[in-house]
């Protein structure tokens, strides 16, 4: 039987019968959306630049909670929600595009961590022929009020993956691999 070390609202934290401890998110599970389109004879990505939480990594450590960094349309998944239905919710949420399942072109399950019982679902989504709404959309947290979308290269993204030497966006690269072996068959 698990017993709880510690509960809130959105975190807990458990021990199981063999003494092993792990986190937990409210909302286990999550996805990451990497959106594209055929741009020529390349591609462009949209990819949502976020904060990150409070990082005690000598590296980082002197960055603010505002700067923002690279990564893919991301969501929790609620209570009797598919994940790609979550997908396209957030992606709708947080980009204003209007995806079905159709724009889906490819999905994986990577384990988040040993340490947590998470799960992200990660999609790859063509938006080339997707409806694009002028609304302003998003959950009204601070955290969605700071994000940002930009638009960026081909050449761009794998810069992003390959040059940053501080901080490895695990959910933007696992995508990208997905986008290499399912649209770029590499």
Not at 2 to 15: A, E, G, I, P, R
Not at 51 to 61: A, D, Y
Not at 170 to 184: G, T
Request: some cysteine; glycine content about 2%.
């Amino acid at each position: 039987m698990t017993k709880y070390l510690y509960k809130n609202k959105w975190v807990s934290l458990k021990q199981t019968e063999r003494g092993f401890v792990y986190g937990e998110r409210r909302n286990v599970n999550s996805t990451a959306t990497l959106l594209y389109v055929k741009y020529k004879r390349d591609y462009k990505f949209l990819l949502r630049y976020q904060p990150l939480p409070e990082l005690k990594i000598k590296e980082i450590s002197k960055l603010t909670w505002t700067t923002l960094y690279p990564c893919c349309v991301t969501g929790s998944l609620e209570p009797n929600e598919t994940p790609i239905e979550n997908a396209i919710k957030e992606v709708f949420e947080e980009t204003n595009y209007r995806i079905d399942k159709t724009n889906i072109k490819a999905c994986n399950i990577s384990v988040a961590s040993t340490q947590m019982n998470e799960c992200v679902y990660t999609f790859i989504a063509d938006i080339t022929k997707s409806k694009h709404f002028d609304k302003k959309q998003g959950d009204g947290s601070i955290f969605e009020s700071i994000s940002q979308n930009h638009w960026v290269s081909h050449q761009k993204l794998k810069s992003i993956l390959n040059d940053n030497k501080d901080l490895y966006l695990s959910s933007l690269a696992s995508a990208y691999l997905l986008f290499q072996k399912k649209i770029l068959k590499i």
